[in-house]
Structures are given as structure tokens and as C-alpha cells.
């Protein structure tokens, strides 16, 4: 074989094993579990809500954590978001029920994932329902999922 030949045999190789490693990057290793995994956080902050227990609503958030409310007011990190759930679940969200329904899952990297979930909290049972679409940026360190960022956005419906 020339030197060119073999110089082109190289390249191709070389180009798919590039290849190879951007399918590896936009797809984690066992996604059905990664998504499970992801799955279980979104349901850990709806049962937190649901028991109106701040620290459990909390738990699943990183330490440092930016978490935006549909007000447009901002909470650093789990502590500051376990304070402001603490307090508006022994007052105006006392009675509260809300309900997620996970809509999408994006891995930007094996671990770094995208979820948007749509909640609709009931303030009151039997009450009016309030829709919200959330946007989750999770992340992956040392084996374990958690929120980095949580962004509240209020669904407009007819009539409002």
C-alpha cells in the first residue's frame, strides 16, 4: 500500500471513531435508566409538595441550586428554597395538591439533562387548578441526580 493509501485508511478510521464518541455524547449510557432516575427526582418534589414538607421538597435540589418562582422571584440554593417552601406550606399553600406530568427529557450530556413538567397545583381541594410549565436542568455528580436549576413559568389559559 502507498503512503497516501495509508494515510486515507487512517482518516476514515479516525473519522469514525469520531463518529462513535458524538452518538456516545448525545445518548448516556442506559438513557431507560438515567430517565427513570429523573423521573423519581420529579416525583420526589411533587410528594415533598404534597406532604407540605419544605425540607422534602427540598432534598432533591443541589446545594447551590438557582431556583426561579412563577412570580419571577429567585432562591439560591437548597436551604433558601427549603425556607420558602417551609413557610408558604404552613400558610396560603397549606391545603395545597399539585400534580406533574413529566413532558420531555433531554440529555445534553450523560450528565446534564433537560426536564420540562407541567404541574397543576390546586390551592384548595375541589378548587380552581393553576397550570405551570417547569424547566429542570439536572445534573449528575458522583453517581447522583439533582436540580441545578428549577424555572416556574405560569401556563396562560382562555379566559385569564
Do not use: C
Not at 135 to 143: Q, S
Request: glycine share 6%; charged share 20%; aromatic share 8%.
Amino acid at each position: 500500500m502507498s503512503q497516501s493509501s495509508n494515510l486515507l485508511v487512517l482518516f476514515v478510521m479516525a473519522l469514525m471513531l469520531l463518529g462513535a464518541q458524538m452518538i456516545n455524547a448525545q445518548t448516556p449510557p442506559n438513557s431507560s435508566a438515567a430517565e427513570a432516575a429523573l423521573r423519581q427526582i420529579v416525583q420526589q418534589v411533587q410528594d415533598g409538595w404534597n406532604a407540605h414538607d419544605g425540607k422534602a421538597f427540598a432534598a432533591p435540589f443541589a446545594s447551590d441550586a438557582d431556583y426561579v418562582v412563577v412570580t419571577g422571584a429567585r432562591a439560591k440554593g437548597r436551604e433558601e428554597i427549603e425556607r420558602g417552601h417551609t413557610a408558604i406550606f404552613s400558610t396560603f399553600y397549606k391545603d395545597s395538591h399539585n400534580v406533574a406530568t413529566v413532558k420531555s427529557i433531554r440529555f445534553l450530556r450523560p450528565d446534564v439533562a433537560v426536564v420540562h413538567v407541567e404541574w397543576n397545583l390546586e390551592v384548595r381541594p375541589g378548587g380552581e387548578k393553576y397550570p405551570a410549565m417547569n424547566t429542570m436542568v439536572l445534573t449528575k455528580e458522583g453517581g447522583k441526580w439533582s436540580i441545578a436549576v428549577f424555572q416556574n413559568t405560569p401556563i396562560q389559559t382562555q379566559g385569564r
